[in-house]
Antibody, heavy 122, light 110 residues
């Protein structure tokens, strides 16, 4: 059973770059058939889908974040990562990694990581 | 602002049945599959329903999903105190070119 775990710094200053990694265990990132995704939840708000990477390296991003967001995969480490540049306080959120099945970007999310709180503050 | 509309809260007594609605349009629910998630505080969101009405293994039959036109519904029967959580619907939106979630519904089991 595939399990996911996020890791990365929890506190950033405005204008810095947010980098998070999701470690995949219990299965191969190559042949599990998932679109490896990042989502986030702002404090007191709903869920926001950010984008995905496939094991091949192909990506698809939420247009609202596309100019600042990069999602990449490292098959040798069975990990995928998120990089969000020029962060502001509006990027303060709990960040989740998840595996998406079904049609690319259109399917369902399962499993999910536990989430990583990232705070952007000067 | 989400394109999927959910009621902010619903409540019912233990053992009762509750439904949570998710209203959208032809850009999302009307032409794409809906999934539902349960989110307990401090925990990872949990998939309850996918492809409108299918339950993953391990999800009790008490949870059901349906869809009609541009609206979807999550039903929960035999409510338990452990069902208290936030529930989210989600679907692809072709106008946004993004997967979108509803604003979430807080379920209180009185």
């Amino acid at each position: 059973q595939v399990q996911l775990q996020e890791s990365g710094p929890g506190l950033l200053k405005p204008s810095q770059t947010l980098s998070l990694t999701c470690n995949v265990s219990g299965g191969s990132i190559i042949n599990s058939g998932y679109y490896w995704s990042w989502l986030r939840q702002h404090p007191g708000k709903g869920l926001e889908w950010m984008g995905y990477v496939f094991f091949s390296g192909s990506t698809f991003y939420n247009p609202s974040l596309k100019s600042r967001l990069t999602i990449s995969v490292d098959t040798s480490k069975n990990q995928f990562s998120l990089r969000l540049i020029s962060v502001t306080a509006a990027d303060t959120a709990v960040y989740y990694c998840a595996g998406q099945r079904g049609p690319p970007a259109r399917g369902w999310f399962d499993p999910w990581g536990q989430g990583a709180l990232v705070t952007v503050s000067s | 602002q989400s394109v999927l509309t959910q009621p902010p809260s619903v409540s019912a007594a233990p053992g009762q049945t509750v439904t949570i609605s998710c209203s959208g349009s032809s850009s999302n629910i009307g032409n794409n599959f809906v999934s539902w998630y349960q989110h307990l505080p401090g925990a990872a969101p949990k998939l309850l329903i996918y492809e409108d009405h299918k339950r993953p293994s391990g999800i009790p039959e008490r949870f059901s999903g349906s869809k009609s036109g541009t609206s979807a519904t999550l039903g929960i029967t035999g409510l338990q105190t452990g069902d208290e959580a936030d529930y989210y619907c989600g679907a692809w939106d072709s106008s946004l070119s993004a997967f979108d979630f509803g604003g979430g519904t807080r379920l209180t089991v009185l």
